[in-house]
Nanobody, 129 residues
Framework: QVQVAESGGGLVQPGGSLRLSCVASGNIFAIRSMAWYRQAPGEDDDLERELVAVISDEGSAKYAESVKGRCTISRDSAKNTVYLQMNNLKPEDTALYYC???????????????????WGRGTLVTVSS
């Protein structure tokens, strides 16, 4: 079993900053990538989740156009932890932020490239004055 837990959400004024953290634990052999998604309040369909940022096992990062220049994703591989530093927050950044971990549970599964994505429960970010 693999568990993913996010933290760091909260209420912040427009223009403020927040740092989200996500820790993956359990039966993890290797992590392929870690990512942050978000879903606006009132959207119940999982398909409505927007990819905010993703970082690969090699450290390369990609960002949604809407957050480029304002957010930085980073990773501590030794701790199976990913961070999302968000600056100059806007009201439209208000959402439930989910961590996604694409991981292998064994060397065999890694050799077969059979990774499994695990989601956290989310942490709420509210940007409001």
């Amino acid at each position: 079993q693999v568990q993913v837990a996010e933290s760091g959400g909260g209420l912040v004024q427009p223009g403020g900053s927040l740092r989200l953290s996500c820790v993956a634990s359990g039966n993890i052999f290797a992590i392929r990538s870690m990512a942050w998604y978000r879903q606006a309040p009132g959207e119940d369909d999982d398909l409505e989740r927007e990819l905010v940022a993703v970082i690969s096992d090699e450290g390369s990062a990609k960002y949604a156009e809407s957050v480029k220049g304002r957010c930085t994703i980073s990773r501590d591989s030794a701790k199976n932890t990913v961070y999302l530093q968000m600056n100059n927050l806007k009201p439209e950044d208000t959402a439930l932020y989910y961590c996604n971990v694409d991981q292998y549970s064994s060397a065999l599964l890694q050799s077969l490239r059979l990774s499994v994505e695990v989601w956290g429960r989310g942490t709420l970010v509210t940007v409001s004055s």
